[in-house]
């Protein structure tokens, strides 16, 4: 009986969970409206390089997590935890990501959380890559490789309000190896359209793909200077920009060239804001600088 | 003194763990030639599709992995967990991923392992991933996708006698929306060579990333027609080649036209093997199963 009623309990709090921290895209836009802030923390924590006091703590990586969190949630839409950043302290650092999430749902569930994972595989597997950030973990949102194309990516869009967030152009070096190649297409679209880049090619046969709608795209804020032209083909999407800061992009090139009427754009900062200070100040100076951040974004929305 | 000795015992066994897990392609040819077999089978657990009297057992996908593994290991080379179906169980499919690859790295040190991961990120990032795969789950070699290009791949490259098995053509339908369309090259050997499928142009791009002796591909077996041509770009490396049997390829035709002077070849079972019954026999079928891949692999071996 108590067991029963235990498993009773556990999936009725599974479907409250699955209810409660699912987010649509016009919850998302009220809060940027609301905070006046498209700024994501990107949440990509390096045991080398948090404050040492933290190391006194059961899960520093949870603890740096829960401070950055508490000190920024009124200047951030979005927190991006980089599971590699996890994943690469096994077992423990797979709990302190469980418990990052559920720290954001419990306290924050206003803010719209991305699993940056860049998973793809094949349909039923990518089933199971949807299962485990937007159920288990609860995710509202997850990046995702194109390579493996349509059946890779449709398990993901299959989620009512979850969104699945594609790699279309990113912000390394290494974007320029195949993502920026011209391509002829082989059929339909891209026959009747011509030779494109990669990337464009992935943003049209993206959109059309089923439950396209729960599609946002990746767009490295180094190559702002494409925003243009990816507007025309996505002009509603939002995109998330990682690059801003660190890697050299401009977030008023960004806005200038990518923002729509709904805003459209979740700027990503990761150590610009994380590791703003080693020192026992760190969550203070993080929020220093999501600070800044949020005043210029509000500066460019207040143009708008 | 007791945690310092503790310490140093942990840090030599970490130290001889990774001596003894890294394994030379020389090593992989070595156990193909005296097993007789290029068999990698895949563990791609769902816990709706085994016996049910396992669940008897605190992790039944470890219980599952390990029949199999006892079953089958003197007929595979390789075996290939398959990271989705681990993450969708949370920390509990972490644990028993874990559990698999140390109970294969210690009873079976002659197997090859894969992590079917298809990671990839900008490059602190895929260090991080590398890390992971290589360093704290200590597998012999993972899968990565390349979309994002050669600063996403170089950090896995990096490790000595560790593999890194890129994903070139994939075997699902979603491999015709981008990886055979054609692109024209923007510099260098792509401009001499003039306009190629995206999965060549890889090919061809990836042989010039640094330590990429340690690359290896996957290759889909639904299309096999097409390995003539990666023959002639990658006569050497080794293929891991998924889409046999279940999805459709024919092991005749892969090792026809993929096969080179050291096999060349690591072909996936993931499915017609550990799912082969899902009654109390299921280790023994999946034994059944192994045995007659191995057979037409042994026959296979003797006609070249």
Avoid at 126 to 152: H, I, Q
């Amino acid at each position: 009986m108590i067991v029963s009623k235990f498993l009773v309990n556990w999936i009725l709090v599974c479907k409250f969970a699955h209810t409660y921290f699912s987010m649509t895209t016009q919850q998302l836009i009220n809060q940027i409206k609301i905070k006046k802030s498209f700024l994501c923390v990107g949440l990509d924590v390096d045991l080398n390089k948090i404050p040492k006091h933290l190391f006194a703590f059961e899960d520093p990586i949870f603890e740096f997590n829960k401070a950055i969190i508490d000190a920024t949630h009124d200047l951030a839409v979005s927190y991006k935890p980089n599971t590699a950043f996890y994943e690469a302290y096994g077992i423990k650092g797979w709990i302190s990501l469980q418990k990052t999430i559920n720290y954001i749902n419990e306290n924050y569930p206003e803010i719209f959380t991305i699993a940056d994972a860049k998973r793809g595989d094949i349909g039923n597997t990518s089933s199971m890559y949807a299962k485990a950030f937007f159920e288990d973990l609860n995710f509202d949102s997850v990046t995702v490789a194109p390579y493996m194309g349509k059946d890779s990516v449709e398990p993901f869009l299959a989620f009512q309000n979850k969104h699945t967030i594609l790699l279309a152009l990113t912000s390394n070096e290494g974007a320029f190896d195949f993502q920026t190649l011209n391509v002829e297409g082989t059929s339909g679209e891209a026959e009747r359209s011509g030779a494109k880049e990669l990337y464009k090619q992935v943003l049209e046969t993206s959109k059309t793909w089923k439950n396209s709608g729960n599609l946002m795209y990746v767009i490295g804020a180094t190559k702002a200077e494409y925003l243009t032209e990816i507007r025309k083909i996505i002009p509603d999407s939002f995109l998330l920009v990682p690059g801003v800061g660190a890697q050299g992009g401009s977030l008023s090139e960004v806005c200038k060239y990518g923002m729509n009427a709904n805003v459209g754009l979740l700027i990503n900062s990761s150590r610009a804001i994380i590791y703003a200070s080693s020192g026992n100040d760190f969550a203070e100076k993080a929020r220093e600088e999501a600070l800044k951040m949020q005043q210029e974004m509000r500066k460019i929305l207040f143009q708008v």
